[in-house]
T-cell receptor, first 115, second 114 residues
Framework: EAGVVQSPRYKIIEKKQPVAFWCNPISGHNTLYWYRQNLGQGPELLIRYENEEAVDDSQLPKDRFSAERLKGVDSTLKIQPAELGDSAVYLC?????????????FGPGTRLTVT | DAKTTQPPSMDCAEGRAANLPCNHS???????VYWYRQIHSQGPQYIIHGLKNNETNEMASLIITEDRKSSTLILPHATLRDTAVYYCIVRLAISSGGYNKLIFGAGTRLAVHP
């Protein structure tokens, strides 16, 4: 079974430029998450989708970040414009939302460097 | 969700048991204890979770104290590939109105050496 796929794996951009990350979750997983992980810290949730609906985006900086999950499958996270402080690893995860099986499966992440 | 406290780092010799402690003194009765780990340059990986009984799977064992204020993750025969950051997370059960939200702390950096 294929895991969570993310692309690109690495991205280097200059500040004020836009950037987008793509995530393909595990087939059949209705819930998708985007996390941001700063160096030396644990991941921090940015947004959570149940199917197409963003049900928790309270930690998403909405002035410059946006996300979408079309047709309840793939998702894209965008930053426009990027700032130096956005340098981090962006992780995507997916899960089934059930009492018996709610393990989150993470992708390898996209390492963003803003110069 | 209850807060957890973990030591920042631990060492373990290859082949020996690694015992990773976690304090969660404010845990409530319907909160589970979850463990994830993150190997360098990879995303976190689920290990195990439990409510109040000890749990074991192919990866590890989870020992939860009777008062549920602390727990220990046991890797019975640590290998070099177990070198990772280990996160202990307390989370409300879905059946109690919670949802699958993981709040990661800084975790414990486990180094397994030859």
């Amino acid at each position: 079974e294929a895991g969570v796929v993310q692309s690109p794996r690495y991205k280097i951009i200059e500040k004020k430029q836009p950037v987008a990350f793509w995530c393909n979750p595990i087939s059949g997983h209705n819930t998708l998450y985007w996390y941001r992980q700063n160096l030396g810290q644990g991941p921090e949730l940015l947004i959570r989708y149940e199917n197409e609906e963003a049900v928790d985006d309270s930690q998403l900086p909405k002035d410059r970040f946006s996300a979408e999950r079309l047709k309840g499958v793939d998702s894209t996270l965008k930053i426009q414009p990027a700032e130096l402080g956005d340098s981090a690893v962006y992780l995507c995860a997916s899960s089934l939302e059930s009492e018996r099986n709610d393990e989150q499966y993470f992708g390898p992440g996209t390492r963003l460097t803003v110069t | 969700d209850a807060k957890t406290t973990q030591p920042p780092s631990m060492d373990c010799a290859e082949g020996r048991a690694a015992n990773l402690p976690c304090n969660h003194s404010t845990i409530s009765g319907n909160e589970y204890v979850y463990w994830y780990r993150q190997i360098h340059s990879q995303g976190p990986q689920y290990i195990i979770h439990g409510l109040k009984n000890n749990e074991t799977n192919e990866m590890a064992s989870l020992i939860i104290t009777e008062d549920r204020k602390s727990s220990t993750l046991i890797l019975p025969h640590a290998t070099l590939r177990d070198t990772a950051v280990y996160y202990c997370i307390v989370r409300l059960a879905i059946s109690s109105g919670g949802y699958n939200k993981l709040i990661f702390g800084a975790g414990t950096r486990l180094a397994v050496h030859p």
